[in-house]
């Protein structure tokens, strides 16, 4: 069974940095795009940030500049690392992946749009 488990989420004062992970465990051979996305309270998902399998990166223009995503394929893990934290930063982090090739016994299969479960970012004095 395939999973993503996120990690690194806390309390950080604004100014602060923080890093998440997010690493994928099954019987996995590929992952093509993976990335972070946040909720905060009272507002919908949005974008933090994607990396392909090459490297290509893309993120939000509220991050840009304060955030970086990267990638170890060997691990299957992404991670975020998050500097000069605001309090607009404060939101449930979540890891997405696209397109997770896994072996179920013998066979290839695929899911699409997988997330995990989230972690809390707070930011606050």
């Known amino acids: 069974q395939v999973q993503l488990v996120e990690s690194g989420g806390g309390l950080v004062q604004p100014g602060g940095s923080l890093g998440l992970s997010c690493a994928a465990s099954?019987?996995?051979?590929?992952?093509?795009?993976m990335g972070w996305y946040r909720q905060a309270p009272g507002k919908q998902r949005e974008l933090v940030a994607t990396?392909?399998?090459?490297?290509?990166?893309n993120y939000a223009d509220s991050v840009k500049g304060r955030f970086i995503i990267s990638r170890d394929n060997a691990k299957d893990t992404v991670y975020l690392q998050m500097s000069n934290l605001k309090p607009d930063d404060t939101a449930v982090y979540y890891c997405?992946?696209?397109?997770?090739?896994?072996?179920?016994?013998?066979?290839?299969?695929?899911?699409?749009?997988?997330w995990g479960q989230g972690t809390q970012v707070t930011v606050s004095s």
């Open positions: 997405k992946a696209n397109n997770i090739g896994y072996y179920l016994g013998a066979m290839r299969r695929y899911l699409n749009d997988y």
């Open positions: 099954g019987s996995i051979f590929s992952i093509d795009i």
């Open positions: 990396i392909t399998g090459g490297g290509s990166t």
